[in-house]
Nanobody
Framework: QVQLIESGGGLVQAGGSLRLSCAGSGSTFSRYAMGWFRQAPGKERECVAA????????TYAESVKGRFTIARVNAKNTVYLQMNSLKPEDTAVYYCAAARSLVFDSNEYDYWGQGTQVTVSS
């Protein structure tokens, strides 16, 4: 029903910036809250940011607050994650996902992209 494709990952030095994009399909995209998750080797998948269907609310993991910004443009079926002041600890595969509400629990997300690699070097 909803297909998601991430892009924008890459290799960046510590302190640098990247912007991830997630392109969604279908006319129902705007009905979903969207989240960005990341998973580093040997670690659990964690939610780093989420945004309500109408952008009225956003939430961030404490580890990225003040550095990352989530935004969406429903007319373009796209959600973004602007990542500034990147740290080596941010290295992970980043996924976008769609949920029925603004939540951090990955089990509440119904649709997932395939991920994009972000690598931050020291």
């Amino acid at each position: 029903q909803v297909q998601l494709i991430e892009s924008g990952g890459g290799l960046v030095q510590a302190g640098g910036s990247l912007r991830l994009s997630c392109a969604g399909s279908g006319s129902t995209f705007s009905r979903y809250a969207m989240g960005w998750f990341r998973q580093a080797p040997g670690k659990e998948r964690e939610c780093v940011a989420a945004i309500a269907w109408n952008s009225a609310r956003t939430t961030y993991a404490e580890s990225v607050k003040g550095r990352f910004t989530i935004a969406r443009v429903n007319a373009k079926n796209t959600v973004y994650l602007q990542m500034n002041s990147l740290k080596p600890e941010d290295t992970a595969v980043y996924y976008c996902a769609a949920a029925r509400s603004l939540v951090f629990d990955s089990n509440e997300y119904d649709y997932w992209g395939q991920g994009t690699q972000v690598t931050v070097s020291s």
